[in-house]
């Protein structure tokens, strides 16, 4: 059993109500956390002021070595954070140990970002007032940052908003969401053995509550927040004055052209489809394809999902963990006979039982356009698949939904690859292979109903830093 405080500016804090954390595969408690209150949300607010100003005199250099040695206490302990975060989300324990390679990228990147915070020259002179001007503009830390993190990343999507913001100068608050909140306690505790100012950062875990005080209060600047469509919004209307950076989620799609390599694209698709059971945001969920290949990549796309075990998370050789809980597997098959009501036709899977959170990966062809699964985001092991007669309908396909995250094309046509890329309403297009690829150091993000802003050390520094303009009078 794991029993871990919240955190108030630096400090452990106990207290008698906790969140139970259970085992998605098992229903298993293995862990508790202290349940956080707007009240503890203002101390830590107030906390956060003086670690902003501990946090201005360190030096760039200073923050870099700090990031450097959290990254290698990740390291030292990466088995450890592993297991625990099978435990927490019921990702596979092979999907958690890459989880904690990435954080640990994450963490490098933003420790090599602290020490490339640049200004620029301006040419006053360019405009008709400025003869004898002379300046520059550097970015400063912008404040106080409120950061909400999602289930199924604990690790790396906290190292996302932690990391950066560090680095950028500002303290941070941070609610990981209510069924996993130990590794994201686990994380911040390697950041204060590291050696950030203990003010400079808060875990409060909670519910809408603690996110309510967390994204309304005025003397947070920043709101960071990773999750669904519907709490954005909520976020967006009663932040306030403030910066905001969201992903939002997607129901990502993936074009396979009569050119593509269709095995390839089969394998990659099932690899993009069913990790984490489908629980991405860039999981690939729709796919469209040629209609003069699709009986071909339909039987690849089968054969290959058919060899996925799925199970207890735990075991070395499982492919596909549960999902978070058993009430997702009422809603997904509720989606599913929706489908199938409509039109589409079950080609693989389907819920075999609801009294565990396993579902099988699940394919569904000829999904029509007005079902929840091509317009809605599943989160679950289930792929939809639609046929083509042109590149110019998939895209209007891909498009039609609020979400655009990113995209996958499969082809060996360069203008019909060229044409997605600038026809596509996403914030990524990914030519062969998946849109649930993600480097850690790129501008990620989405556009429409997916989210404001990216993430990627370098692009969040962006966010969390304003930019102050110096001129001097010379004339």
Known sequence: MI????IIGGKEVWKDEIIDVIFPYSQEKIGEAVKGSPEDVYQAIEKAKIGLEKLKKLTAYEKYKILLKVANLLESRKEEFARTITLETGKTIREARIEVDRAINTITFSAEEAKRIHGEYVHFDASPNGRGKKGFCYRVPAGIVSAITPFNFPVNLTAHKIAPSIAAGCPLILKPSERTPLSPIMLCQLFLEAGVPEEAVSVIPGFADVGQ???????????SFTGSLKVGEIIAKQAGLKKIVMELGSNSAVIVDKTANLEIAAKKSVLGGFALAGQVCISVQRIFVHESVADVFEHLLKVEASKLKYGNPLEEDTDVGPVISI???DRIETWINEAVM????????GIQSKDRPIIPPTIVSEVPEESKLFYEEAFA????VRRFKDIDEAIKLVNKTNYGLQVGVFTNDLKNAWKVIENADVGGVIINDIPTFRA????????????????GPK???ED????KVVAFDLG
């Open 440 to 455: 850690d150091n790129m501008p990620y993000g989405g556009v429409k109903g997916s989210g404001i802003g990216r993430e």
């Open 213 to 223: 005080a967390m994204t309304t209060h005025p003397d947070v600047r920043v709101v």
């Open 459 to 461: 692009f969040a520094i």
């Open 327 to 329: 009430s997702e597997v």
């Open 342 to 349: 409509k039109g589409g036709k079950l080609a693989l899977g």
């Open 3 to 6: 029993k871990l405080p919240m």
């Open 381 to 384: 092991p289930v792929v939809a």
């Open 464 to 467: 969390y830093t304003e930019i």
